[in-house]
């Protein structure tokens, strides 16, 4: 018999029951909704689901290239690449990063200048990119870290190329330097559209021709694809480019007239420029005082910073691209062959030089013979530098046609050599001072000009420059301190700067008697001292620039003048006189007459180039023809040896008995 059931226990039941099925449709919506999100997810979002996982499960990395070499004409490195192991921190991946120094310098010793310069550094570049802490670690001290590396994340060890200048002060002002790549850097690259092509690279040229020649030396970086695991350990190289290491430059530079120069300057201020003529081949390039550009390349120090930038020396300033000076008498050839071309003065015209140049109330004196030369022609007025000759020219030309006249020289024009940061100089003209001063351009002006005073100034670039345009007949070549450019991959090399880049249509005979006369000066003339004796032909010319105005009537005593205040002593010559090899343009600050200071450093500057450098090389030529000569007779007689030792024996009775 079925028991009857009790209204509470009926009620009981339809409750589950309804419980029963309100939970099996939440549980339908739910099974609903998570199969919609799987729909959506693994349909719908699957492409973009499956990058965002490839991408999580891959990564690339950036291998920085190779930085080309630098290297002077006869291949004395300039610029090398060494590797060297650094101590990194990435900011944005370190909790704690005053305490994680702190450790760290428990496991590695770290100076205060480090941590002064990774402060620096972390302010300069993004949050992501890896700053250096600690350079050119030991291989003890990597094997400290390495030991403990697993507590400190965001730090590691990297092995990198760095950049180093063998010849240190000497070519500092040519070569130039690498620094970090700062803000400014960085946001120039973007703009380049040339980020991608920095991409692990911490350095980029700041001055000099790694500056200049940035794209060529820094080339492309490789790309590795990693397939790494959640915690972004890699597992294994998916894919891998190789980095193109950057080009090599090849300078037309002479190292060893580079550092004999820096010798003959003996630690005086001043600016040296040699050009071979015929090819626009910058072989020399001094400027002094100098500094060492290894000191810039991890980050200068704020008290060696401070220290180059407040020296009265200034030795930051490159004196032969950017220092603009006064270039007294040198400037006399080129006015006479100017106004001899333009038919302002007949070169035979004798004027009388009786020692003073008169202009209304004002006499303008000659500043080293103040008795005069006498009777004067253009010839005789370049051999014995007649202050008075040039006087009368500048008047007789006028300002305009001495501007248009040096002009094509290259005076208070950019010359276009391959470094960044040239200074034009000032070639004054009416129009230049009416711009500059608000005021009208004045006769005496003139006159000033004439001797190469008063608004002139001119880089001593510009004055080699001129001077190698004189001794190749008016053919102009652009100077330049890369000869050739090299592919270190394949060794082929492009030329940079080969051709003329234009002509100044000179009369031969006039630049006959010009040049004749520069050769004179050597012989009879300001420079005959210096060369007595000298075993080459040399054409030159003395100049003497004032640093100071002396007042009319006065008379120079360099003993009366601070040492900063006296006349830049210059000279300018190019030699061999019949076949110019070399043009140079002198100038040591305050070094009094030019044939005090200037011209005994030329003669010193030649007989190197000429005479000592030629030896060494004939010399180096007869030992390497004597150690062939040597190797040729030992092969000979090794020959000889051997040739003894493979010949048969021949064989007699006794002999057949003995080896029995």
């Not at 370190?94 to 496991?107: C, N, Q």
């Not at 060893?256 to 071979?276: N, S």
């Not at 030896?615 to 007689?637: C, I, M, N, R």
Request: proline fraction near 5%.
């Amino acid at each position: 018999m079925a028991t009857r059931l009790t209204p509470e226990e009926l009620k009981q039941i339809s409750t589950f029951r309804k419980r029963t099925v309100f939970f099996c449709f939440v549980t339908l919506i739910l099974f609903l909704l998570l199969a919609s999100r799987f729909f959506y997810l693994q349909i719908i979002e699957y492409d973009n689901f499956i990058i965002k996982a490839e991408a999580n499960r891959k990564t690339e990395t950036a291998h920085p290239p190779r930085r080309g070499i630098i290297m002077d004409k006869n291949g004395e490195l300039l610029a090398a690449n060494e590797p060297i192991y650094t101590l990194e921190i990435t900011p944005g991946k370190v909790v704690g990063l005053a305490k994680t120094i702190e450790s760290l310098e428990k496991i590695i010793p770290i100076t205060k200048y480090d941590k002064k310069r990774f402060y620096r550094l972390k302010d300069e570049l993004p949050r992501l990119s890896p700053v250096p802490l600690k350079s050119n670690l030991t291989d003890e001290d990597v094997a400290r870290f390495i030991a403990q590396a697993w507590k400190f994340p965001g730090v590691e060890v990297r092995s990198r190329m760095h950049r180093y200048y063998p010849q240190g002060k000497d070519a500092a002002h040519v070569v130039g330097y690498i620094g970090r790549i700062s803000q400014r850097d960085q946001a120039a690259l973007e703009k380049s559209g040339k980020e991608a092509e920095y991409s692990g690279t911490l350095n980029i040229g700041k001055l000099g021709l790694e500056q200049s020649y940035e794209d060529v030396l820094h080339g492309k970086p490789g790309i590795e694809e990693l397939e790494v695991r959640a915690s972004g350990r890699p597992i294994r190289s998916l894919s891998k480019s190789p980095a193109t290491s950057g080009s090599n430059l090849i300078l037309s530079l002479d190292m060893g007239l580079q550092r004999e120069i820096t010798k003959v300057l003996d630690g005086r201020r001043g600016a040296i420029v040699a050009i071979e003529p015929a090819t626009g081949d910058v072989l020399a390039f001094v400027s002094n005082p100098s500094f060492d550009p290894n000191l810039f390349v991890d980050g200068i120090d704020q008290e060696t910073w401070d220290e180059l930038n407040n020296d009265e020396d200034k030795p930051l300033l490159n004196r032969a691209l950017r220092g603009a000076y006064p270039i007294g008498s040198t400037i006399k050839p080129f006015l006479a062959l100017s106004a001899a071309q333009l038919g302002v003065r007949d070169p035979s015209r004798v004027i009388q030089d009786r020692g003073t140049f008169q202009l209304g109330n004002h006499t303008f004196r000659d500043s080293t013979h103040g008795r005069g030369y006498g009777p004067v022609d253009m010839k005789r007025s370049i051999v014995v530098s007649s202050d008075v000759y040039y006087y009368s020219l500048a008047q007789d030309m006028g300002i305009d046609k001495i501007h248009d006249s040096l002009a094509p020289f290259g005076f208070g024009q950019i010359t276009g050599i391959d470094l960044k940061g040239e200074a034009r100089g000032i070639l004054p003209s009416r129009e230049w001072k009416e711009k500059r001063f608000k005021r009208k351009w004045l006769t005496g002006d003139t006159i000033s000009v004439g001797i190469g005073q008063g608004y002139n100034a001119f880089t001593m670039l510009q004055l080699a420059h001129a001077v190698a345009t004189l001794a190749n007949d008016g053919v102009v070549m652009k100077p330049h301190l890369v000869k050739k450019i090299e592919n270190p991959t394949t060794g082929e090399e492009e030329y940079v700067a080969r051709e003329p880049v234009g002509k100044i249509p000179f009369k031969p005979e006039y630049l006959k008697l010009v040049k004749s006369a520069m050769h004179e000066v050597t012989k009879k003339g300001t420079g005959r001292s210096t060369f007595a004796g000298a075993p080459y032909e040399v054409a030159g010319k003395t100049g003497t620039a004032q640093v100071l105005g002396i007042k009319q009537g006065e008379k120079y005593d360099k003993n009366k003048i601070r040492e900063r205040h006296r006349d830049h002593s210059l000279f300018i010559a190019f030699a061999p006189y019949d076949k110019p090899a070399i043009a140079l343009a002198i100038l040591v600050e305050n070094g009094g007459f030019g044939a005090q200071a200037a011209a005994p450093a030329a003669r010193k500057i030649l007989d190197y180039y000429l005479v000592e450098r030629l030896k060494a090389k004939e010399e180096a030529g007869q030992h390497k023809e004597e150690t062939k000569k040597e190797d040729k007779d030992k092969e000979q007689k090794t020959k000889k040896v051997q040739a003894v030792r493979k010949t048969p024996t021949k064989t007699t009775p006794e002999t057949k008995g003995a080896q029995r």
